[in-house]
């Protein structure tokens, strides 16, 4: 049984930053892209950002680059997203995923390319 359980989040100001941490059990995770995703109040669910299962590429949403950081530890299974100069718009409730592929060539920034899902963790940033 894979299982996902993200962390970090939390009620910042503007221009603060957060951590969120993701950590997985249940399967090889080295072999396995992750991704970010996050879900505002009455919004569709949207990419965030991903990172290739070697940790050797990344890939963000252009609301993000810049500000946000995506890495991996595989070693204690854990993927994070390091989010600098949070705005409002940031607020969400931010779900970590895992890929359906193993070993997958390419990033994968769609949802149906995930077949794992946490629970989600809130991020509310007051202006």
């Known amino acids: 049984q894979v299982q996902l359980v993200e962390s970090g989040g939390g009620l910042v100001q503007a221009g603060d930053s957060l951590r969120l941490s993701c950590a997985a059990s249940?399967?090889?995770?080295?072999?396995?892209?992750m991704g970010w995703f996050r879900q505002a109040p009455g919004k569709e669910r949207d990419f965030v950002a991903a990172?290739?299962?070697?940790?050797?590429?990344?890939y963000y949403a252009d609301s993000v680059k810049g500000r946000f950081t995506i890495s991996r530890d595989n070693a204690k299974n854990t993927v994070y997203l390091q989010m600098n100069s949070l705005k409002p718009e940031d607020t969400a409730v931010y779900y970590c995923?895992?890929?359906?592929?193993?070993?997958?060539?390419?990033?994968?920034?769609?949802?149906?390319?995930?077949?794992?899902w946490g629970q989600g963790t809130q991020v509310t940033v007051s202006s």
């Open positions: 249940g399967r090889t995770f080295g072999t396995y892209g």
């Open positions: 990172i290739k299962w070697s940790g050797g590429s990344t």
């Open positions: 995923a895992g890929d359906l592929v193993a070993l997958r060539p390419r990033i994968a920034t769609m949802e149906k390319e995930y077949a794992y």
